[in-house]
């Protein structure tokens, strides 16, 4: 009896040893998540005339120009007002810190959709800040994962008071006093 206790044992050892040997040796993955983006609820929406001293920087919605900017990458800072009208109407705002590599600009771009506005952003807290009507996440560069993960979740402008509108037949950057030039 002994031997066969001494027998099961020595199995036992051989098929769990190298499971617990194989389990400390696999990497642990850290996964990306979208836990860190920030949420505005009753957000303003009315027309203004002038500037607005946003909360955010960039914005993530409030009152607004009347006029919003056409869809596309812009090679410097639009003026926060038209931006917000654009996020109203569910587009997607990929801002960067001015100095971001050219690399990494044109990679942002690549992923811009089409109701989408690329512009650089002076202050902002991260390197590249993506934003649609009230939520936002800094990303650490434009190869963060989370950016793709964003886009997925809330890329369609659902989150957007006029939902289904578009930045598309928005006004000339060079109507808007200090508005930035598309690239």
């Known amino acids: 009896m002994l031997a066969l206790v001494g027998a099961v044992a020595v199995v036992a050892a051989a098929v769990v040893v190298p499971i617990l040997v194989t389990r400390s040796e696999e990497p642990v993955e850290q996964q990306a998540t979208l836990a860190a983006i920030e949420q505005?609820?009753?957000l303003r929406r009315d027309h203004v005339?002038?500037?607005v001293d946003y909360p955010q920087s960039p914005p993530v919605g409030g009152p607004h120009a009347q006029e919003w900017f056409d869809c596309g990458a812009y090679d410097t800072q639009v003026p926060a007002e038209n931006l917000v009208h654009d996020l109203e109407h569910g587009t997607v705002v990929l801002?960067?810190?001015p100095g971001l590599p050219a690399?990494?600009?044109a990679a942002l771009a690549d992923v811009l959709p089409a109701n989408g506005i690329l512009s650089p952003w002076e202050g902002q807290a991260a390197p590249v800040v993506v934003t649609v009507w009230g939520v936002q996440l800094e990303l650490e560069g434009a190869d963060d994962p989370r950016l793709a993960m964003f886009l997925q979740e809330f890329g369609h402008g659902e989150t957007a008071p006029e939902f289904g509108a578009?930045?598309?037949g928005g006004i000339d950057p060079a109507d808007a006093a200090g508005a930035g030039t598309p690239v």
């Open 40 to 42: 505005y609820a009753d």
């Open 49 to 51: 005339e002038g500037s």
């Open 95 to 97: 801002t960067y810190e």
């Open 103 to 105: 690399d990494d600009v």
């Open 166 to 168: 578009s930045c598309e």
